[in-house]
């Protein structure tokens, strides 16, 4: 069960709109227009609004109708209704085409746009972002998992070409076609993690351990936050992780579970070192200057971590889409100022499921 919502604008010239008499007349003609694509048409009400229009409709199947003339030149027409599971669409794709073609006639439209039927409330996510925020529509088909954790909203879905995902809190973050992601964060073939000594920081969906595994390390120390991340990507990701997330503690690793910052604040009570920290948190934030609580949060595991590595050893992070050129520079920025003077190389990759290039850092010791 689901609503579905249409959406239709055109172009006209302002005076259209303005204009007392032009406008009865272009309400006339779209009204004419809907009374031949939908039987049993009701006229409910009507507004002007800042020398706009305002013009309501009730069609078949308890639709809603909504005509809104904007003084700048540009009418939208929305159709809302509701399908049961079983049910056709109100009208085929061909018919919302024709119904589009006869009101651009109808108006002498300069332009018209007609969007794919807005599907809401079911009861998956279908709807997810790009990096800057643009909007993504996936062939979810089937709600896996759902939950909320102590710390986020915990989803895992499917897609019909990319197979499980993990969505926290309504943001993609791993697919079952993503391993791309995962071997460009640790460069695989192009850095050597036999008999190293390696930190995870979050990578809750156990891809990371389970690749870096496959390249015989000496141990890696896992810091993830998160127990319900991990147990549903163990059940329900197991061609990404494996089996690495059914034990918490072997002689080739371990899982930390609890606050990342507070277990590499004792490491570096202790004197411990590593050859590499891997940063698999939360991404670059996005904003118009490098401040607030989440790129505190970056300066302080950057920090942290810089203290942890081995003179010679690697900080490896992914950062955000090529998409937000800005925040990428306030991060390369921030790594101008840390504690340590670091130099950094990066690599992209395209990930299947974030349908975007995603920059990945490869951070070192001056």
């Not at 930190?199 to 936050?225: A, R």
């Not at 949060?297 to 810089?306: K, T, Y």
Request: proline share 3%.
């Amino acid at each position: 069960m689901v609503a579905h919502t249409v959406l239709l604008d055109f172009t006209v010239p302002a005076n259209q709109i303005k204009d007392t008499e032009k406008r009865t007349n272009l309400k006339s003609n779209i009204t004419n227009v809907l009374k031949e694509h939908f039987n049993g048409l009701k006229y409910l009400n009507e507004h002007f609004v800042d020398e706009g229009l305002l013009v309501l409709f009730t069609g078949p199947r308890n639709s809603l109708i909504t005509v809104r003339g904007y003084s700048e030149g540009l009418v939208t027409v929305n159709i809302e209704y509701f399908m049961q599971e079983g049910d056709d669409a109100l009208l085929s794709y061909d018919q919302w085409r024709y119904l589009e073609a006869d009101v651009a006639i109808a108006l002498n439209s300069q332009r018209s746009k007609r969007l794919p039927p807005v599907r809401r409330g079911t009861i998956y996510d279908l709807y997810l972002t790009l990096s800057d925020e643009r909007l993504l529509e996936y062939d979810i088909d089937k709600l896996v998992f759902e939950t909320r954790s102590p710390f986020q909203k915990v989803q895992i879905v499917h897609s019909k070409s990319l197979g499980n995902m993990l969505i926290l809190d309504e943001l993609q973050n791993m697919s079952e076609a993503d391993l791309i992601y995962t071997e460009t964060l640790m460069q695989r073939g192009k850095e050597c993690y036999e008999g190293k000594e390696i930190v995870i920081l979050g990578g809750g969906d156990g891809g990371l351990l389970y690749e870096l595994l496959k390249e015989n390390p000496k141990h890696i120390t896992m810091l993830e936050i998160d127990i319900v991340v991990m147990d549903a990507c163990s059940k329900y990701m197991r061609s990404v992780c494996g089996d690495c997330l059914d034990k918490r503690k072997t002689a080739k690793y371990e899982i930390i579970v609890d606050d990342c910052v507070k277990t590499l604040n004792n490491m570096i009570e202790e004197g411990r070192k590593f050859d590499y920290v891997f940063g698999d948190l939360t991404d670059i934030p996005i904003s118009t200057t490098p401040q607030g609580d989440a790129w505190d949060f970056v300066r302080e595991i950057l920090n942290a971590s810089m203290k942890v590595l081995k003179p010679n050893g690697k900080y490896m992070t992914h950062g955000n889409g090529a998409s937000c050129p800005e925040s990428l520079k306030m991060f390369e920025d921030v790594l101008d100022q840390l504690c340590a003077p670091v130099k950094f190389t990066k690599d992209s990759a395209f990930i299947p499921s974030f349908f975007e290039d995603w920059i990945f850092y490869q951070v070192s010791l001056k």
